[in-house]
């Protein structure tokens, strides 16, 4: 069944932030890590959102979306994030219906 990363992120340092972007997709690979969500625009209907930016990943499952983040590929840019942003990392399992 495929997981998600759901990042809520606020940038507090964009220039650090843009070398962070540029290094994720490829720690992305072998975990079958894509793309669903990768900022944009964002409407709140209800309630209040902690951080304005949206990121959401898929992956294959729970299991390699917590191998991702726990990986030796992401250590370094995980670090970068941390120093460039403030944010919430959740990973979830889909819903199979």
Do not use: C
Request: hydrophobic share 40%; aromatic share 10%; net charge negative.
């Amino acid at each position: 069944m495929p997981a998600y990363m759901i990042a809520q992120v606020n940038i507090t340092d964009p220039e650090a932030f843009k070398k962070y972007q540029a290094r994720v997709p490829d720690t992305l690979k072998p975990y079958g890590g894509k793309y669903i969500v990768r900022g944009g625009e964002t409407d709140v209907l209800e309630g209040v959102m902690p951080y304005p930016r949206i990121v959401v990943i898929e992956f294959p499952s729970l299991d390699q979306a917590k191998a991702w983040h726990a990986s030796d590929e992401y250590a370094e840019p995980l670090a970068m994030r941390q120093a460039s942003a403030d944010s919430v990392l959740i990973a979830v399992d889909g819903y199979n219906g």
